[in-house]
T-cell receptor, first 115, second 110 residues
C-alpha cells in the first residue's frame, strides 16, 4: 500500500515555542491531506483538510492562527503549532489521499508534549 | 449530523471470536473503515467496505454492513493476543473526510 511518513514521531517543547510537524507521501501524489488530533483514550478529531496549493479548511473550533497548515507540494504538508501550551499536548496524525482515490493513508503520528 | 458510536471495551479469550459493533448517522457515506491502533502508534487500516455492500471477508476478518440500520460490525475469528488493541470504525464521506468512532479497546485473555 501507499506510504505516508510523519516526522517527528515525538517531540517535547517548551511552552511558548512553535513546533512543526511534517507529513510526506512517499510514493504517490497527495492532492488532499487531513490533520487529526487524538486525546488520550479518545477518538481522532479532524482538525483541517488541505488541498495542494490552496488554503486549508479548518473544522469548527480549531484556531487557524494557532495551527498553521501548509500544503505547498503534492508530497508534503506541514502543521505548525504556534506558541504551544501544555493543553496542546496531544497525538497528531495526518492522512493523505490521491486525487480519484477514496482511500486515505495515515502517517504514524506525532506525540507532542508541551512542558 | 455526523456521528459514529462504538462500545468502549470488549474482552474475549484467546481462540474465541470477537465482534465489535459500530453505528453511524450520515447516509452519504461512501466507504466504511476499520482501523487498528496499538499503544503509541498510528492507525493501521484493517479493512473497509463499500457502502452498497453488505458483507466482506478478509482472512480472519468479516465485516457486516446493515445500511438500513446504519450498523457496521467487525468479526475477528480465532482472536489472538496480538489482536489486543483499540479498534476504530470510521465513516468515509464523499469529500474524503473520515468521521471516527471513539474506539473499542479489545482485550484478549490467554
Amino acid at each position: 500500500g501507499a506510504v505516508v511518513s510523519q516526522h517527528p514521531s515525538w517531540v517535547i517543547c517548551k511552552s511558548g515555542t512553535s513546533v512543526k510537524i511534517e507529513c510526506r507521501s512517499l510514493d504517490f501524489q497527495a492532492t488532499t491531506m487531513f490533520w487529526y488530533r487524538q486525546f488520550p483514550k479518545q477518538s481522532l478529531m479532524l482538525m483541517a483538510t488541505s488541498n495542494e496549493g490552496s488554503k486549508a479548511t479548518y473544522e469548527q473550533g480549531v484556531e487557524k492562527d494557532k495551527f498553521l497548515i501548509n500544503h505547498a507540494s503534492l508530497t508534503l504538508s506541514t502543521l505548525t503549532v504556534t506558541s504551544a501550551h501544555p493543553e496542546d499536548s496531544s497525538f497528531y496524525i495526518c492522512s493523505a489521499r490521491e486525487a480519484g482515490n477514496t482511500e486515505a493513508f495515515f502517517g504514524q503520528g506525532t506525540r507532542l508534549t508541551v512542558v | 449530523g455526523e456521528d459514529v458510536e462504538q462500545s468502549l471495551f470488549l474482552s474475549v479469550r484467546e481462540g474465541d471470536s470477537s465482534v465489535i459493533n459500530c453505528t453511524y448517522t450520515d447516509s452519504s457515506s461512501t466507504y466504511l473503515y476499520w482501523y487498528k491502533q496499538e499503544p503509541g502508534a498510528g492507525l493501521q487500516l484493517l479493512t473497509y467496505i463499500f457502502s452498497n455492500m453488505d458483507m466482506k471477508q478478509d482472512q480472519r476478518l468479516t465485516v457486516l454492513l446493515n445500511k438500513k440500520d446504519k450498523h457496521l460490525s467487525l468479526r475477528i475469528a480465532d482472536t489472538q493476543t496480538g489482536d489486543s488493541a483499540i479498534y476504530f470504525c470510521a465513516e468515509g464521506l464523499d469529500t474524503g473526510k473520515l468521521i471516527f468512532g471513539q474506539g473499542t479497546t479489545l482485550q484478549v485473555k490467554p
